[in-house]
């Protein structure tokens, strides 16, 4: 009887651009909480670094497909929740009698369950549509005009996470003339990001093709952000 033959174990070059797109979100997570002025423009600090995890989630989409950029989606997500719970659970340990910044701590790291809560849920809609918008978009264009899906990509997805973010979080504490104003500054200056770093993508994505012999077109692929299939097949395998 021959043996099931195992599945081909993820690429190096793959797990790097993924935990690299998870780092960037979690940094960008922790950052966040102090607002920068860069400009005229007034926004979080997470500007320096959040970004680029829209650029490497549009390298997965790019060159492995919605498929694996949306587990790679999922395990950020799920990399956030694991942060804040061990963020929260180092706060409400005791501080030592020296130690005289308890408080400073808490103030920095402890973000709200509503900014928790806003962060996740801009976070899942912006990355989902950015990848939708880039694997359509890569169709349409028959793999052409890589530039057309980036910055479209970024256009939607990071307008998206901005607003869901900004309206969640300080939505009936701030006024929403101010708001508007941050969404906007927010939008423009993610658009901006993706739209200097284009050379770099291009450059990346060029290689990554090459040394990986892969360029993937979502023909078939089913967009949902959660395959309602593979879910109850694992709930049935549990079941057993």
Excluded: C
């Amino acid at each position: 009887m021959a043996l099931p033959s195992r599945s081909r174990a993820p690429s190096p070059l793959l797990l790097t651009v993924a935990a690299l797109f998870v780092a960037t979100l979690v940094a960008s997570n922790i950052i966040a909480v102090k607002v920068a002025s860069v400009g005229p423009f007034t926004v979080p600090a997470a500007i320096v670094i959040f970004p680029l995890a829209y650029l490497f989630g549009d390298v997965l989409t790019e060159v492995w497909g919605y498929s694996v950029a949306r587990a790679v989606i999922w395990t950020g997500f799920l990399a956030n929740i694991i942060v804040v719970l061990f963020i929260a659970a180092a706060i409400a340990i005791p501080a030592d009698s020296h130690y005289t910044d308890q408080a400073a701590y808490a103030r920095i790291l402890g973000q709200t369950p509503r900014l928790v809560l806003a962060s996740l849920t801009a976070y899942l809609a912006g990355e989902f549509l950015n990848a939708f918008v880039l694997a359509r978009l890569k169709l349409l264009t028959r793999g052409r005009f890589l530039w057309t899906r980036t910055i479209g990509s970024t256009v939607v997805g990071q307008g998206v996470d901005s607003a869901i973010f900004i309206s969640l979080a300080f939505g009936g504490v701030q006024p929403w003339s101010l708001l508007l104003v941050i969404i906007r500054d927010l939008w423009l200056l993610k658009v901006a990001y993706e739209i200097v770093a284009t050379p770099l993508t291009y450059a990346i994505v060029t290689v990554l093709k090459r040394v990986e012999g892969i360029d993937t077109f979502d023909r078939d692929t089913k967009f949902a952000p959660i395959r309602l299939g593979h879910l109850r097949a694992a709930v049935r395998g549990v079941a057993r």
